[in-house]
């Protein structure tokens, strides 16, 4: 009896167990099959599809949605005629690039040549395509391309002091994008005219300098030297905007060359809480702006020392060649004497975003890399006025900061001659000396009111008053104080005579008048850029230095230019 009901529960005991299996091995199948079908519908989206799923904030800083299409065939196809590209191409790359090379050799070589130059067996690899939208008669492409190659290049060296030495450039690595211009489209075969090529954009550039049986650093400042000289070389000769132009058709190509289309008018207003970079006092801190980074086009502040908060009221002048690209860059830096200074931060500001004949006042966050903007530690912020006027400008626009601004009919004729001639003999002295227009008025400033003051007495209250004062002529003025109030009015005009307009500013301070003394509030910078173009306006400014405030001013002027000769 026991045995048949042993074997009775171990039958169904098993079939359960089976039961259970099958179940199983079926919930698992479905799963697969569900998983399966994901991975399908994932394998079928686009980029946009993705986008749609999760916004760009969930992605990581390292995920880009590239635009550009792969190009497989044509890295197949380079592999396989790479020797011969290596073997015609060296000869002709070298004596094309040796004479840029003597352009920009540095003052302590006396010569710089190639004693070996081959571009190696490993071809590049072309990671992707794009075409640009091109409203004009042309084809605009983008071929971006890596490079870790096996090149094998020896310079040539001689110092001033007689000392040959042979460099190897060695383990060179490039990543960038070149763009190709196919322009005009013609009507015969191949359809073009010419091609354009350029390098669009730099994203790397690595290689090691070795003097070949000794030391590079044997030499001071040999390598520094050597890498300015071919940053510099390729800045000038290949990235864009400068292109190289090669006539596929016969015809006149002129309008491909490169060609300034504007001025940029910046003027470095102020920086605020700059990051310490020193130890002991204060950073000594000076700006670098650049459109393009060549020596003869990047423009220096004068050093402002111990100060976090420098004020310059420096203008200056930056040929812009295509705004569509180009960015101006500001770089603050901290001073270390005649050792190398220090970055403190860098900022950018794209020229497309600019209204041409419009002063734009910004205020840009200073970060540690502009390609790679990973650190959001904040490293103050730096204030610039900028002013595109392109050539093209036709709509009665007047640049205040060009030499001719409000000469009358006479002094333009002094100056540069009717109709493009030279003046007569008796003023042609007057011609060759350049006339530097100083802008000479009346600066009318009413202080309306102040909104939102931050309290500074235990009652919370404060009794404010405003001192106003020109920088370069430290003309100052002051409202009378508005006792128990944060949001006082005074209605107070005053006039100050001003005698460089464009290369000074106001400074309105707001203090707390105590019995014993005064309590700082905040204050406001203000350039003279706006007002000399609009001559009257009424705006809110915030103040600095002060958690909350703001002042309401009309600023008004009456013009009186005067001329010097410099």
Known sequence: MGFVVGLLIGIFVGIAIIVLFVRSEN???????????????????????????LPGDFYPSWVVFSQRQKLTWLNQHLEKIWPYV???????????????????????LASLKFS???????????????????????VTMELELTWDGNQSIILDIKTMLGVALPVQVKEIGFTGVFRLIFKP???????????????????????????IGGDIGSVPGLSGAIEDTIRNAIEDSITWPVRKIIPILPGDYSDLELKPVGLLEVKLVQAKDLTNKDIIGKSDPFAVLYVRPLPDKMKTSKTINNDLNPIWNEHYEFTVDDTSTQHLVVKIYDSEGILAAELIGCAQVELKELEPGKVKDVWLNLVKDLEIQRDNKYRG??????????????????????????????????????????????????????????????????????DDLPATD?????????VLTLKKSEAKNRTRVVNDSLNPVWNQTFDFMVEDGLHDML?????????????YMGRCILTLTRVLLEEEYRES??????????????LKWVPQPIYRDS
């Not at 400074?507 to 309590?519: C, M, R």
């Open 27 to 53: 919930s698992r199948s479905k799963r697969r099959n569900e998983l399966a079908r994901t991975i399908a519908a994932f394998a079928r989206m686009t980029v946009e599809d993705s986008r749609k799923i």
């Open 86 to 108: 290596n073997e015609a191409a060296s000869e002709l790359i070298k004596a094309s690039v040796e004479p840029i090379l003597e352009q920009y050799r540095p003052i302590i």
């Open 116 to 138: 070996k130059f081959t571009l190696g067996t490993v071809a590049p690899q072309f990671t992707g395509v794009s075409i640009i939208e091109d409203s004009g008669d042309g």
């Open 185 to 211: 489209l013609v009507n015969e075969f191949p359809c073009f005219g010419a091609v354009c090529f350029s390098l669009r954009k730099k994203k790397k550039l690595d290689y090691t300098l070795k003097v």
């Open 381 to 450: 912020q730096v204030h610039l006025e900028l002013l595109y006027c392109p050539f093209s400008m036709e709509n009665g626009f007047t640049n205040p900061f060009a030499s001719n601004f409000s000469m009358t009919s006479l002094e333009r004729v002094l100056k540069s001659g009717v109709n493009g001639t030279e003046a007569v003999e008796n003023v042609k002295a007057v011609t060759e000396k350049r006339k530097e227009v100083i802008v000479r008025g009346v600066l009318s400033v009413t202080v309306i009111s102040a």
């Open 458 to 466: 235990l009652m919370g209250k404060a009794d404010p008053y405003v």
């Open 507 to 519: 400074i309105l301070e707001v203090w707390d008048h105590d019995t014993f003394g005064k309590d």
């Open 541 to 554: 400014f915030q103040l600095e230095g002060a958690k909350s405030g703001k002042l309401n001013l009309h």
